[in-house]
């Protein structure tokens, strides 16, 4: 504890997981989430007990490739304590969830709300597969994906997606950019792209079910420019599971990410004082240079 706070140094953590036997990204009670163990992870092996925040929920079997969490904890963790730290955190974890990196960040650098883009696929198989029954959804038939690339073509830009949202959603407003929203045959599989600015809660999940609409001819592409226009959930189409959803990637500014652990002193855990340092820099001003 120093005087006027206490000293921290913030990390980001990459992980990805396989969401199917996991109630989503957020801890809950009664459920077992990838928070939980993560957090739990921390605590056994480094006795970091700050919690661990996510950049954002996913919903109960949601899959990740690419996801980001940030912790604070009182130590500078060099390089090679970094990396024996995700290499101890894998031997711990479950298979279903592998740890790729945990870097120092600036403090102030949030996962959630420093990111600047996420992206997210979406999986459809047109045949029953005993191997990837649980990252994509089966969908029997023909689908016209012209005419589906024609309506996700008005998604890009930025607009109300309150069609698209999950009702009762605590959210400021209903606005999204959506930089890339497009499908592609993969073969096997039919592969539905989006990135944007941020999504609201069931939001790919109801865009691909109405997509699905325009592909067996339900609706056209006017329908669907008419639905995003009517800001109404019950003029879209239905949710499509979830299992064929996986957040791919989320964007952060460079400067964010510290070559070096920078301690900074905070009052509490969401008031950070604003002076802050790298280590070497606090040992210079203070007189105090560590031993080699």
């Known amino acids: 504890m120093h005087a006027g706070g206490t000293m921290s140094y913030r990390y980001f953590i990459q992980l990805s997981y396989n969401g199917s036997a996991y109630c ?18 921390l605590n056994s092996i480094a006795e970091i007990h700050s919690g ?21 904890s009182g130590e500078a963790l060099a390089d090679e304590a970094l990396f024996q730290l995700a290499f101890r955190l894998n031997r711990f974890l479950p298979d279903d969830v592998s740890v790729s990196e945990i870097s120092p960040v600036v403090p102030g650098a949030h996962a959630r709300f420093s990111a600047t883009w996420r992206e997210y696929e979406y999986l459809i198989i047109r045949g029953k597969d ?36 999950k009702v009762h959603t605590e959210v400021n407003n209903f606005l999204c950019h959506v930089q890339d929203a ?6 096997h599989f039919l592969k539905f792209t989006i990135r944007a600015d941020r999504f609201l809660r069931n939001m790919v999940r109801a865009i691909v079910g109405t ?24 003029s879209a189409g239905y949710s499509v599971p979830a299992k064929g959803l996986t957040l791919t990637g989320i964007g952060y500014p460079e400067e964010i990410f510290a070559k070096e652990p920078v301690f900074f002193l905070y009052e509490s855990r969401d008031k950070i004082i604003s002076h802050y340092y790298t280590d070497s820099e606090f040992h210079k001003r203070s007189g105090n240079e560590p031993n080699e």
């Open 24 to 41: 989503g990204w957020q801890i809950q009670p009664n459920a077992v989430s990838v928070q939980h163990w993560i957090e739990k992870g």
């Open 52 to 72: 661990v925040t996510g950049c954002g929920r996913t919903d109960a079997g949601v899959h990740a490739r690419t996801f980001f969490a940030h912790f604070d």
């Open 130 to 165: 005993p191997f990837n029954f649980q990252r994509a959804y089966l969908v029997h038939g023909d689908l016209d994906r012209v005419a589906m690339n024609e309506s996700a073509l008005k998604l890009l830009g930025r607009h109300d997606f309150e069609s698209f949202s």
């Open 182 to 187: 497009r499908w592609d045959d993969d073969g």
């Open 211 to 234: 997509l699905l609409d325009v592909g067996r001819g339900k609706i056209s592409p006017d329908n669907f420019q008419e639905i995003i226009d009517s800001r109404n959930r019950s």
